[in-house]
């Protein structure tokens, strides 16, 4: 909901390029956890490993908006709070699908 507020103001130049990337992205980013969520354990690893790729793209690419000006410094910052905590716990069950499909 954060994005969508600030995805209205975003420059025209950028709002249906950048703009338009950054909103698929995060549309991917939940398919794809929203997929890891609903399979076996033995098959979600390459659904958060998805995940995580997206996210750390859409990092990027908040960035270049970031950089370009087209966000202003408070709401890259409170996009990035939230991306990161995401990032945080994509990780974290990453590390538990590991630890889990690992040999003892």
């Not at 969520?37 to 750390?56: A, E, H, M, S, T």
């Not at 690419?61 to 990035?80: G, P, Q, R, V």
Request: hydrophobic share 40%.
């Amino acid at each position: 909901m954060l994005w969508y507020s600030y995805y209205q103001v975003l420059p025209k130049n950028h709002r249906y390029s950048l703009g338009i990337k950054v909103d698929n992205l995060l549309t991917e980013t939940i398919e794809s956890v929203a997929t890891a969520i609903f399979l076996v354990p033995n098959d979600k690893l390459p659904y958060v490993r998805r995940g995580i790729q997206k996210l750390d793209t859409l990092k990027i690419f908040l960035m270049i908006l970031w950089e370009t000006k087209s966000l202003d410094d408070n709401k890259y910052i409170a996009l990035s709070v939230k991306i990161d905590e995401v990032g945080k716990m994509l990780g974290g069950w990453q590390g538990q699908i590991l630890k889990q499909n690992s040999p003892k």
